[in-house]
């Protein structure tokens, strides 16, 4: 069933139980991007005459999908795909064929070394004989502010961002980190602009929000200032912030230069936009230019976290705030997630005030490198990263069926991520290739497979 990821389905697809297969099989085409989000489904009547079901079958099948969050049910209007891009789908009825799983390429995350693991047993061998009692009996978050300020400081010099202590907000990861920044900067109904492709947590914030995305158009440097400029005047003042990931976070896997950002920065001044600057991967790619927001400090937040460059299960963020704004941040984030948890600042303290974390980041250099070369070699040049990037973005030749490409895969136990899924309007197929999730001999197969799949132009 996990390999049945296109839409729309035959007779011959549905299995017994009938309605469990029919909620598999629209799962599959919604992880796939067959099914897009807001894409209305069939009405019930006429989806159980073209499988040979009964309405009954397909109601319970709509109602399961409801439950696991991927479909709405709006009364009058119908059925509709509410899931944003995934990049993995998890419901207990959702799973491959076979005990093993697939070699998951989908999901964005650093290597996982075994540095890693060893890094977090020494520090909570250590904290078990000096745990402070803030960290187990702290309810107060300007506490934890103070007490892990200095440290959210010294990570985000590590990124090039020069930040007093009083104005960084920490949080439980990057997410909740953009989710302050957009509730404090906008109001339902406003607009935000984006890169034309963007990160994927970023639409269904949006949508939780009630906020509208604008792409603007990008060139080979990225978002063009000009545009982003004529959109905000078009938009009737509705346009608030603009949001960007410059330094290679965004599916794309771009490094945006120097004078692009500061053009960026002064076009989002003279529009009346605040920067919204996400930065998932932190100084993992090495000598980059400064942030956006270090060329407006007083419209920025800028925001970056440790799951995606030190370890997966250190969920912890860091939001630098502009000052006049920073106690409107704080409040929105009392609202919603009260303070980050103690415990794993801590850890973060561990490591970044040792030389933990930045042996850590090291060896995640040396093994995305080895990695990134790989890619190339093995999918081509058409392959879009830098050399110490998390993935590779892969455009398809024109015409070429993503969906199709992507259910082959799977049928190949490949899961990669659909280009459709990060974009914000028309857009030719590709591919998100994530590197770091897999072992490096389970990724080189997986890479041998995707290249055997694409057409033979596409490694030109």
Known sequence: MWGMSHWPLRKHDITRPAYRSLAQGIAAAIDAGSLRPGQRLPPHRDLAWQLGVSVQTVSRAYEELIRADLISGEVGRGSFVKSGPRETIEVPWFRAPTDRPPIDLSMM??????????????????????????????????????????????????????????????????????????????????????????????????????????????????????????????????????????????????IMDRDRREALAQAATRAGLMILESDPTGPMPPRRPQAVSSFAPDRSFYFTGLSKCLSPGLRIGFLAMPENLAEAALNRHLSMAWMATPLMAEIAQDWIAGDTAEALLAAQRVELAARNRMAVRILGPRAQGFLHGLHRWLPLPDGCDEAEVLARALSHQVALAPGAGFAMGPAGPALRVSLGGAPLRDLEQALRIVSALLPPDSRI
């Open 109 to 254: 995350t650093p290597v996982r070394l075994p540095q890693i693991a060893a890094a977090w047993s020494a520090t909570l061998i250590r904290l078990a004989d000096r745990l402070p009692e803030q960290a187990m009996m702290s309810f107060r978050p300007r506490q934890t502010m103070s007490l892990y300020g200095g440290m959210a400081a010294s990570w985000l010099a590590r990124c090039g961002m020069v930040v007093p202590a009083q104005r960084i907000l920490i949080t439980n990861g990057t997410t909740p980190a953009m989710f302050v920044a957009l509730l404090t900067v906008a109001q339902p109904g406003d607009v935000i602009a984006t890169e034309a492709a963007t990160c994927h947590t970023l639409k269904p914030a949006a949508q939780h929000l009630h906020l509208r995305l604008k792409g603007i158009a990008c060139d080979a440097q990225g978002m063009d200032p000009e545009a982003l400029v004529a959109a905000a005047r078009a938009s009737g003042g509705r346009m608030k912030a603009v949001f960007l990931l410059p330094s290679g976070g965004g599916p794309l896997a771009q």
